[in-house]
């Protein structure tokens, strides 16, 4: 029987210790950590514990159904659509933009 593995990207703080030794904390899985005389070593003392948990759980899905927001950058959209000044509201913004990137690349 053949057993089928499962990769889950954990993202790890690492710190050096001021006793000069390595802390390795899961962002996702915060109650554990690896120590080690090393940056490597902590980092591999905290994958054993991880693959070690992970191989007594399971992973699920779950929908949280939340209050539905509206966006508010969509409240505003299409409010100039009609306003005939608009275009060149509109040129006069993308020519301030030009000169303000010609400024700072000075």
């Known amino acids: 029987m053949s057993t089928s593995t499962q990769n889950i990207p954990q993202t790890v703080l690492v710190k050096q210790r001021s006793e000069g030794d390595f802390v390795a904390r899961s962002?996702?899985?915060p109650d554990f950590s690896g120590q080690g005389a090393t940056e490597a070593e902590a980092l591999a003392r905290l994958r054993d514990q991880l693959v070690e948990y992970f191989s007594t759980a399971k992973?699920?899905?779950i929908d949280v159904a939340?209050?539905?927001q509206e966006?508010?950058?969509t409240a505003g959209a299409g409010l100039f659509h009609d306003d005939p000044n608009a275009?060149?509201?509109l040129e006069e913004l993308k020519r301030q933009r030009e000169q303000d990137r010609e400024a700072s690349s000075e």
């Open 59 to 61: 992973l699920v899905t």
């Open 27 to 29: 962002s996702q899985v």
């Open 66 to 68: 939340v209050p539905k």
């Open 87 to 89: 275009p060149g509201i």
């Open 71 to 73: 966006n508010p950058w």
